[in-house]
Every structure is written in C-alpha cells, then in structure tokens.
C-alpha cells in the first residue's frame, strides 16, 4: 500500500543501481574523508557534466548544502534574497541563518514562487539606502524546481542573475530538485547553471532516487576558499565519504538522474492533468517538476485519504494540498488516485 | 543654524542635568564594572519608577539592548516576531540575529508600523505547523513608540501580549522612544509595561536628552539568568559604568526624562499640524510621539532643505519624509519651518 | 594490499550484516526525517541497551554528535573542559565552537589522554573568579575511549563526573569509539555512562564497522529540549533517516557492535604487544582500545611504509606513529607487520 | 579614602580636559553616527599620530575593539594565537570568540605574560599537520602592555610579527594599555605598531583617563572592509559618537596621553621598587607600564587592607597581587602604602 504515498520524494526508496553502487565501494579499504578514489572520480565527471572546471563537496543533506552555499557567499553581516516561500527561508529552522553566523534572509513576492525580475530590480535598487544599518546585499538564491513544483526557464535564470550581479551580488541555486527542473528546462546543466549566472549548485539527490547524497558544486575556485573547512566545522565531512560519493557517481552514470526525473515529472504530469480535470479540483500552479499542487473539496480530499492515499495538506492553508511523484511512482498508483478522486466527484 | 536639524533626536545634543551628573560621578574612584554606588542606586531608583523588582543593564546604545534581550529570550533556532518596518527588523544591520545566533525575525503587517492583533494571532495559530523544520515561535517585539511614530495604546500593549503568552511566546519591548510614548499613553510605566505582559524592555534615554545611556529593564528575574555574562562577551559591560548610570539616575531624577519627551511630543504635534495645513502635504501617520511622516511635494521639500533645514527622505520612497524633534527643540525652529513652507507653497 | 592500512578505522568498509540491513530498509516507502518504523524500533532497541528510557537522535558523523551535544549542554558565554588532546580540542575545526555559539573549550592536562581527577578538582575549584569576566563552567566532555587508545575505567567516569557535578556542570563523553572502550571496561553499557554520571554519550558506529551512523543519546530527556532543531538547523536531519537508523539497528542486533569491537581491540592488542618486544620500538601508551601508540626508529618506520603498511606519523611529533585496527583488520595483516619489524630490527 | 585603591585604572575617574571636551561638544546639534565634524577630525588626527593613513573606529570597550579585531582578521573556522594569559583569552567570557562565530583561541605560554618568539615560530611550523581538522592559523594577537604589565620592546613586536607573516598570519595587538607601553618603549606610536608589523592596534585611553573611549585602528584599508558593519550589528555604533570621538581627541591633544600614562607608570615604578624592598616582599614581574605583581606575606596584605588600601588578590593564586596604578594617581597613597607595607614587615 505504501506505493500510494505521494507526501514526498523523501518517502521513496533508493535507485537499485545506486545500492549496487554502495556495495561496489565496500570492497577493500580506501581513504577517509574524501582521499578516496571514488571521490576523485566524482569530482571529474562532474566536470564533465557541467563541461567546466568545478568543485564538488558532496553532503548527506540539501539544508547542509544551501547553508554552507549561503554562508560562503554572504558576509556575516550580509543580506540573501530568495522567494518568500522558498524552502530555505521558511523549512530550515534558520540553517542558513546559523551557518552564515547570522545573515539575514529577506523574501521576495513572486507567482508561483519564482521571484520577479522587476521586484528583484526594485528591491536592490532601493537596498542600501541605509547604508550600515542595513545588512549588505549580498546573495540571491533561485530554487529551481521552486517550492511551488515550477521551473525557471534557463532565459529567466539568466535575467535574475544579471539584475543580482548588476548590484554586485553573488547566484546560489538551491537545486534540491535539479534533476527535475533540468528535464523539463530542456537545456545542458552549464546552460542552466553558470552560464546562466549562477555561483554555486546545491546539487540534490536524495529525493530522486539516492539514499542520502547531495553535492555542494562550486563554479568559480576563488569562491570555494575555506569552504573545505566550514564543511568540516558544521559536521559534514564524512570519515568514509566514498559511500556519499558512491551515491553521486551511480547517480550521474549512463543518465540514472535524467531518467529517474524523467519518470518522477511524467507521474506528475500525469496527476495534475487528471486531477485538474476532476469536477471541483483546481490546479494551483503549473505542474512543472514533480510536484501537483491542487485545492482538494473536503470529501475528495478525506475519500483519497480514507482510500489509503497518503499527501499531505500545505502548511497555513485551508484546502490546498500538494502530492509529489518520484522516480518510481508506479503508473498504477497514479490511475488508481485519479479513479478514485473521480469516484468521489459528483457527476458533472 | 543647527537648531534647525529635524533629521533625528540622535543630533540633538545633552541636556545640562545629565552633563552636570558625569561631572559629578567623577568626584573620587569607585569600582569598576557597576559595582559602583550610582549603579546601585539606579538599580533602585528604577524598582521605584517601575513598581517592581527588576533587574537594570545599562548599556550605551538601543541595538545592544534590543540584540541582548532578543537573544536572552529566544532559543537559537527561536521565531522572533515584530513589525515587517520594526527598527528591529530594518535598521540593525542584523544585530538580533547575530546576538541571537541565527534566531530568525519575522516581520508582521499592520497600519502605522503597529502590530495588527488579528494578523498576530492568526500568525500564531499557523505557526508550527512545519514542526523542526520551522523556527520555534519565541518573542514578540512591540516598538514603543514605533517605527513611524505611533504609540500602541496601554490596551492593545496588552492584548499582543496576551495573544503572544497563549502562545507560549515571551514580549520584549523596544523602547528606544519609550519616554515620548509614555506621556502619549498617559498611563505609569509599570501599566504600559509589566502590568500589560512585557517582560523585557529596552528602556532609551539616549534620544531624549542622554549622551549615551540606555538600561535593559528585565520584569523577571529568572529571565536575567546569565545576561551579565551575555553583556560582557557582547562587548558592553563598561569598565567605567558609573558614568552610564550617572546619566540614567539624572534622567530619571526629578522628571527630567518625562519633561523632556513632553517638550519633544509638543514640537512634533505643533510641527505636523502646521504641516498638514500646508497645501500639497499629508500626513502619512498620527503624530503621537516625536516624529512627523509627511508627503511633500518636490519644490516645498526642496525649499526648506534650501532654506537650511534638516530632514530626511524616507528610505524606499520618492516623496516622503521624517522630521524628529527633540527634548530641546526651540519653538522658533518649528515656527521658522512652518513659515518658511507656508511660503513655497502656493496661495490657497 | 590495502589489508594492509593501519591509518585509521575509517578506512575500512561496511559490516556485511550492516550493508544487509540497508538493503532491507529500502523495501517500500517509509516516512521521512525519522517517521519511520525502523527509527522507531531504534530508539526502543536503545532503552533495552542503556536498560533506561533515553532520547536518541541519528547522526552520520562524530563532530555532529559532539558538536550538538556541546552546545545542548554548554550555554553561549559557556566553558567546556576536555583534555588538551582530546578530539572535540584538536580535530573539529572548531565544530564544537561554532555549534555552541562560542562557548570556549578548556583543555586540561593528564596522562595518555586521560584526565586526572586532581588536575580537573583544582581547576573548578578556581574558575568563577573572574566572575563575568569568564566563560561559565559548564561541560566535562570525556572521550572513551581517548584520543591516545586509552580507557577511562568505569570508576574514573564515576569519580569525574562527580567532581564536575559537585561544580553544577553536565557530563559529555566522546564515544566515537564507544564498543571498543566498553568491551575493555568489562561493564555493561549503562554501568559505564548514566550510571557512573554521564548526562549525553556520543555513540559512534561509523569507526566499527557502520557506513555513517551514529547517534546521540540523552539520558535526561529535560536536557533533549530542543535537539531535535538543533539537529534540523545543524544540516543534520536526514530526509531518508531510515538508513541511519537501519545501520544503527544491524549494529546493536545480536552484538554486532561489541564482536566488531572484540576483534578490533584484540588485533590492536596483538600488534602492540607484537611490536613492543620489537628491538628500538617503545609503546608510548597502553592499548586499551584498537590503537597502537608507538615510537619507531625511522628505519622501521621507512621499511614498514616502503613494505606497503599503512600507518600516520602522530602530529607534532617526530618519531611517533599510531596504527589503528578496525572491525574486520585480518589476522595476517598484523602478522605481516610484525614479521617484516622483526626483520627491520637488528639482531638482539 | 578611595584614593588608596590600587584595584584596577578603570577606578579612575576621568581627566579634566576630556571632562570638558565633553561639555564643548555639546555645543550645537551635530550628525549621528560618525558623520560629524569632530569624528572627522579625530581621524585625520591618528593619520598624524602613526604618521600614516588609518581608519579609525571609536568604541566604548576594550573587549569590542579586541574582538572586532579578531573577527575582522580571522575567517568563521580560524585560529588566533595569544599568549595563555592574555585578557583575551582569560577575561572576556570568550567575546573574541562569539564575534568571530567561533574562531578558536590558542594560548602560547611565554615569561612575564610575553609570547616566547621560539614558542611561536614552533608552533606555527607545527600547525596545519591536520589540514580542515584543524582551525586556520589566521592571527597573532600581542598585548602591549602585557596582562602580567610587561612591554614588548620594539623589536619584539617586530620579530614577532615576522615570524606570524611568514605563516600568514595578521597581527593584532592589544593596546589597552598602550600608552603605558609606549611610554616606556620609548619609540614612535607608528615605530611600536605598523612599522613592527601590526595590522591593527585596539588603541585604549579608557584605563588612562578618558570615561568610555577606545578606538580600533586599523593600519590596511583593505582589512577594514566591511568591519563598519560588523560594528553596528555588534551594538557598537553609538548615535552620538561624536561624545566618544571628543573624548579621544582631547586625549590625543597637547601629548595629554602621553603624560598621564608616564604618571602612572612612574608611580608604579615607586611603588614596585619600594615594595621590593620590603621584607618578605618579591616582584613577581618586572614593572614596565602601570602594574606591579607581587607576593606578599599574608601579614602585609592583610594589614594593608586592613588599612584601607585597595588592590585584588590575581586569580587562580594564593598570595599574589595585583597593583595598579593610574594616570592621577596620588604621590602620597603610594609613598602612604609603602609606609604602611613597611611597618607591617618585621625588621630587617
């Protein structure tokens, strides 16, 4: 019954491939904390992925991966600028704030939680009138997929960077859903990254399909100063980092991440379409990644519930609910929650 | 010409009790730290003003005072609560958050820069939701006065507080102006404070007349528990307080500080008349303590900065501005300014 | 031939039953960030080892542990006392620092790593002196085993802890090698932490055979408060925690933990024993847990690395080496390297 | 009486021509936060004073300008070296290390509370070994003068600082009482700091007459980048600076600095000379600025105090005192004291 869980990606299960992976690493004895040769590997083929000369930190998890971007790219008296509902402001419990010895998140308006470029423009246009009474702005972070379950295009990416690095900001993309965004941009990960501006990548794993992997991936060297120690002193270098880097080489192999996307956002496309078409559901924003934001009646949403579909009802509203896909959501679940959400419809 | 400065009460220069008082704290030694008699004193005298037990800081400035007494309130992963334009929030270059190591504001909407109650506590009511991955909701900070000049009447003191206390929430009182919202309250100190649910206030002399002298007032002993320790790692447990105390004690001697805030809420309630009969101004808020928002149009600002007065432009707009006055701003001063915009604005 | 790294625990894999166990986990889905049934039954398994009821929180690394636990225990204007060698002084980056706000640690002196009861008596009895001035004493973090393979016995732990809690501090202990220093102690698990006064244990699985698993036990709930954002804020919440805690449940299955231990510490013992009849080789302290301390004449040292041992000068010294065993170091490994000693050495 | 203390400089009270520089400052109304006319001066008076372009930031505590210092020079994961003793280290209930989120403090042992050049260039040629386990060797912090009143003579400071650039470092010094120090260095203010290799100098006049005065200078613009920040969110920025701004430049005026610092390290000089000569009676230190240490029998301290002289017993000791002279200390309480220590002594 479990397979009708759509809380979130986090409930789904490991790739296959990627636990073949971690048994693969167990063979012999091999350096700690990153000397091994799976990590060297890694760093590589990221190179190869984003077609440039990167640098890689791979983490167990994706509030680790922002803050620490976060922390190195503000000064302690710096201010960040992300969406109002972005997960780094509103799900952290303030890891950013902790990690970058207290810089200040400020929220900005935007549909569907991408932020608007002339907000952007606005707001830094008017930042620092207060000169050192106000936190120096200092960060911009773009979620892409965003909190919503949309996707900034690469040509949106571009724009924002350009406005922030006019104002002499510094680009952090929170891609805790990268994989799901880059599928449905349609564009290279480097088109999407830093040739469209961006600093640094949190590089999200875990919920498509690793068991606990992220990679803190940094575009420019000069950047990533000391950031080998600050991973250190917030807990994060792990003493047999090749079980994370493991993860990450299997994860990159012969496309597993594109494909696991892939999957992840065809199951969403194929929820919210069907459910948008449910008498009394309304979509809440565009299905663009793996996620279905919908506002649910009360009796479909109970029935689904009461049929043993697990999703739950987002924080501070009424009667909005959120259902996420992941890279092995069965096609049957998905049927089988659309044929029971119209069971429960009235007849139109 | 400088009596005609309207830029802030910080300009304003000390009155003469309080620079008597430092000259006679310097008769002699005496212990160092605030183990003084004038700080022993003090510490009574404000028992006295207050009506209770309390436990007195002095501290030079109303960020250490604010910072200190967010941070001794919430935990490190606390939800601090204010108004989105509190002083706080906005001017502090992140001083709470730092203090409070990472602790997150939150800011909150209402007319006038005061805290709307039903905003609060449907705010409260959604807050947790998120369990860990949120903030834990900590403090409420009320602004007394506020940010633009209004002061919450004794009742709506007391109902935020009830509100944040059914929340488990503690109230911290920014009264960086808290003598020119006193005399508007018209109420005691302990009314407009303990009695009301504040449990800490941070208590300002230094607009109204000090040279630099400000006092964290805490209602509760128990929640004074290792401030001493957080004052002096913060850098500002004076070596020499006594000349902080000195100026505390001749504020509070006598009336001087209720004589003060009076004379400066009178200057502004006769400068924001005037103005609001001028053609082309509006007042953007009531005038109840010691600042004036006023639209101008362009060529009446211009004019009487060109006329030699001092006044700022209110950050992020194009049209709007703050004219504070002060304990000791001459009548002729606001009778020339009010002349002189009767005169660039046109006949009626 | 890398059978033959004695550099450090954590160059050795996964325990067979341990790998098994995360296969196992990943059937179906389960709630995420330690919802799930395996985190539940954990927790449990936990209270049957410490024969208490405690709070458990999974972790993937030491410094997460220690570091959590600091700042749980020490408040931000807190001193920490450890042994001038210890792990959480030297190895951390400054973890612990940065987790507790920066609290100060105080390294105290005592032979082979351990401190002496007298050395920590005479240096409570002096702090406060300084009253505010000073950080107040507040943690006694032990480590055992030592950073120098030593065990503090059970009535060591008992006779520290009560002079710290004579002072009012909390009692740490560093169990990153938690199994190893138990089997040697020859007392049950509890007997050697809550019993003999130890408030937080840092229970280590990583170095004895886990993947990255380990987990920080509180055995006063009252002192738990908050730890569970801590943790959030920290990075440290896994989404996926069910494969922490399967790992943590393979190891205490059927004594795991203390047969990975066992044979770990015998091996180090074999080889200690092995090495110190060797002519010119001097053990520097007694093995106690699975490190071997010793001094090598720099023809050994040259021959044994030139002969494909694996082994670390100790820092700051010229001559000095640690060789470490782990949870599935072969036998011959260890013959090997006392054979090809002996024939470094001259003839006796 | 209180003319017998001997406790501590910050007894004293404040010198008559800072008393009425203050009164002249408050003539006028005059911009906050730095921007008037005074401050301004102050600073192109330092320029003049180290002979150099420096920027300058008046503060009100010796613990704020060490620790923004520290803050400014170390990164969030480095390590500052000080001497063990040093107040830094000892008596600031770990400020440097909350302002510099969790920087870590590494005491240096040395004679006489002055780092051992040897120790040092050891130290450093040592650190490192454990590459991001380890804090960052970022900063040397000397005291001048020392915490045991002793003075790095010129070439000291340079040899010093020498040896930390050749590893990286920046150096601060610690010049609470720096006046003392130069006095009897008998050198340049610019000769005992930039010209030996100071980065920057926390520049105290509080201990030596002024009320609330410090200043950090800094000798490198491009350290100074953003340390105006991190002053306001420390709570550092006073509104009405120019009072702290009067104080140092009557401080600086007319070589009143100078004299009162050889005032008070003559009658410290007397005083330890005539105390060394009393039976029973050792310096503990030589006496170079304005403090004497020494061992006295039980009977002379007690009947000194009996006879209402004032000065501390030096923590962690047994029979060792601290006394401390000032910029007005009175001829006759050190001629009255010696008196008294000497009928106290039994006849020689």
Redesign the interface.
Known sequence: M??R?F??D?????APEI?AA??R?????????GADAITTRLTARFCEVFEKQVEVFP???????N??AI?QLA???G?VYCHVEAHLN??????P?????????IGLDGEHARIDAATLDHTLR?AG??D?????PSVLSLSQATEHGTVYARGEVTELSRIAKSHGLRVHMDGARFANALVQASCTPAELTWKAGIDMLSFGA??NGA??AEALVVFDAALAQ?L?????????????MR??SAQLEAYLHDDLWLRCAKHANAAAQELGAGLARVEGVALLHPVEANEVFVRLPAHIANGLHAAGFGFHRW??TDDCYRLVTAFDTPHEAVEELLATARELAPAR
């Open positions: 479990t397979r869980y809380h979130s986090n409930e789904a299960g490991v636990l971690l048994a690493a167990n063979e012999g004895m091999a350096h700690s904390y983490l167990v998890t994706g509030t680790a991966a803050s620490l922390a000064p302690p008296c201010a509103t799900d952290e419990c303030g890891a704030e902790f990690f970058a010895d207290g810089a200040k998140l008017h009138a207060l050192v009474h106000e936190c120096k875990t919920k068991m606990m000391e080998a120690r600050r991973r250190k002193r917030a807990g994060h270098l792990l003493s047999k079980f994370v924080p501070r």
